[in-house]
């Protein structure tokens, strides 16, 4: 391979925009510089290399086995650029006009938001929070790219790429609503897999999810999922106005049973507690907002 002293970070960082947008053009917008000029950073890549990096298919640009293998340690070296450059400055939340980006599953946005707008908008009135839906697939490039700060939620095995903290304990529990026909006292292991269930489409993708798959593997049962919705705040709606029942975490369960008439139960099945926790890179972990920002998500956890 060709000596790699004299690569630049505006090659690596043509390096890291052809591989995420597969294409020569959107690369060059994505960087901001011209077409002819991007072309000629995947020339000089491809030498540097000795690979072809990118090769064209019937529909679009694909990378390498080579260029895959590459991403994640180029991306680290330009995280590691970008933090030598960045000046450390104080950060006074009082004064402070920021925006911190989270992705979060919306029980999670419910339990604790309340709490963490009380708090920003008493300490911090100019920190804006933008919260995005989640997306498994990409908040890791996400958070490795600096277009999210933390993703909020339930990682059994977090990448060794991020920082992560406890923010509160959960556990499962069941809805129903009150005078189910098919349930006493108690919720048996025979009346949850004989009832129609609902569950949230983003629970489906999750630790949530995985979490009662296994215990379905366990008892070598497993219940009807009749809906599968998009909305966690629609499931408490369809359950007291049906014969529906749906497990659901302890923290959101409690918040809107008495307005919606709802029983809580015990589930019939041994299932693991939910850990939320904040996931972070480490480009933003020194960083003074970012130490009190994460400070304000312990805190607000902690009253919500």
């Known amino acids: ?180 026909p098919g349930i006493g006292d108690k919720l048996t292991l025979s009346q949850y897999m004989s009832l129609a269930h609902v569950c949230v489409r983003s629970s489906s993708r999750s630790e949530y999810w995985r979490t009662l798959n296994e215990a379905f593997l366990e008892c070598s049962r497993r219940p009807r999922i009749a809906f599968m919705v998009q909305d966690f705040m629609v499931v408490p709606r369809m359950v007291a106005t049906t014969d529906l029942i749906a497990t659901v975490p302890e923290r959101f369960a409690r918040s809107v049973a008495d307005q919606h008439s709802l029983r809580i139960f015990k589930p019939p099945l041994d299932l693991s507690d939910i850990c939320i926790s904040a996931y972070w890179h480490e480009r933003t972990h020194t960083l003074p907002v970012h130490r009190w920002f994460r400070k304000m998500l312990a805190d607000a956890s902690r009253d919500a």
């Open 1 to 180: 391979m060709n000596s790699v002293k004299n690569v630049d970070r505006t090659l690596l960082r043509c390096f890291d925009a052809l591989i995420a947008e597969r294409s020569v053009s959107r690369a060059a917008e994505r960087v901001g510089i011209s077409q002819p000029t991007m072309s000629n950073a995947l020339a000089r890549l491809r030498k540097l290399f000795n690979d072809p990096l990118l090769l064209r298919t019937r529909g679009e640009m694909m990378p390498t086995g080579r260029a895959l293998d590459l991403l994640k340690p180029v991306r680290k070296t330009l995280a590691d650029i970008d933090s030598m450059l960045v000046e450390p400055r104080d950060f006074d939340p009082a004064t402070s006009q920021v925006t911190i980006t989270l992705t979060v599953l919306e029980h999670v946005e419910h339990t604790i938001l309340p709490a963490l707008t009380q708090r920003l908008q008493r300490e911090a009135p100019l920190v804006n929070v933008e919260m995005r839906s989640i997306n498994p697939e990409k908040a890791l490039d996400w958070l490795e790219r600096g277009e999210l700060d933390y993703r909020l939620g339930w990682l059994r095995n977090p990448p060794p790429s991020l920082r992560y903290q406890a923010l509160f304990r959960d556990k499962f529990v069941c809805l129903a609503r009150a005078g189910h």
